[in-house]
């Protein structure tokens, strides 16, 4: 079955504790990305990778971090969480070919930062 | 201005209605638009994709896209409470960009 897993789902922290939310996907799919998602704000790309050690900034990348060291997985790191990065964030995959487009999002990761 | 404008709603119709949910865009440069579907305490899901002016049809659903007012539409017709879920309209400059740009979401509840 075509997913894309993220650990953990709920998270409460405090702020400066360092955190890493993991993302794998197991359909071989080069792009993948990180979104958060705040009431009134809607969906807003964090991060994007477009293959392996190709990475670039979405539309709110500040305080986060990412890595691609592998095709299926995609963590974000939080280095000082803060609380205004309380939120619901969601890992996505993607292949596109031109003539189709297949994306799947994980089930999102709660996180509270207090 | 906003890149993406979408009404949050909520919008609430009878089954069996025909919805129409819309986003406006400022950047003419956007060529690729998308259409999500995301139920409650769930991730989003694509429905459709399209390059081109014009409609798309998959079953109930037809996407239309007018570059000329940078405007976007989803149609379902034959609503279905099923159908209840907020949709979600993103755009890129092109269909193989991974820097997609997202409207806030319409919260649509199709009542039986």
């Known amino acids: 079955e075509a997913q894309v897993t993220q650990n953990p789902r709920y998270l409460i922290t405090v702020t400066g504790k360092k955190l890493t939310v993991t993302c794998s996907q197991n359909?071989?799919?080069?792009?993948m990305s990180w979104y958060r998602q705040d009431p009134g704000l809607g969906l807003r790309q964090i991060y994007y990778?477009?293959?392996?050690?190709?990475?670039d900034k979405g539309d709110v990348p500040e305080g986060y971090k990412v890595s691609r060291k592998e095709k299926r997985n995609f963590p974000l790191i939080l280095e000082s969480p803060s609380p205004n990065q309380t939120s619901l964030y969601f890992c996505?995959?993607?292949?596109?070919?031109?003539?189709?487009?297949?994306?799947?999002f994980g089930p999102g990761t709660r996180l509270t930062v207090l | 201005q906003k890149e993406v404008e979408q009404d949050p709603g909520p919008l609430s119709v009878p089954e069996g209605a025909i919805v129409s949910l819309n986003c406006t865009y400022s950047?003419?440069?956007?060529?690729?638009f998308m259409w999500y579907r995301q139920y409650s305490r769930k991730g989003p899901e694509l429905l459709m994709y399209?390059?081109?002016?014009g409609n798309k049809e998959d079953g109930r659903f037809t996407a239309q896209v007018d570059k000329s007012s940078k405007y976007i539409s989803l149609f379902i017709r034959d609503s279905q409470p099923s159908d209840s879920a907020t949709y979600l309209c993103?755009?890129?400059?092109?269909?193989?960009?991974?820097?997609?740009?997202f409207g806030k979401g319409t919260k649509l509840t199709v009542n039986p």
């Open positions: 990778s477009m293959n392996v050690e190709v990475t």
């Open positions: 993103a755009m890129s400059l092109q269909g193989g960009s991974e820097k997609l740009v």
């Open positions: 950047n003419s440069a956007f060529q690729y």
């Open positions: 996505a995959s993607r292949a596109w070919t031109g003539r189709a487009d297949t994306q799947y």
């Open positions: 359909m071989n799919h080069e792009y």
């Open positions: 399209t390059y081109s002016s």
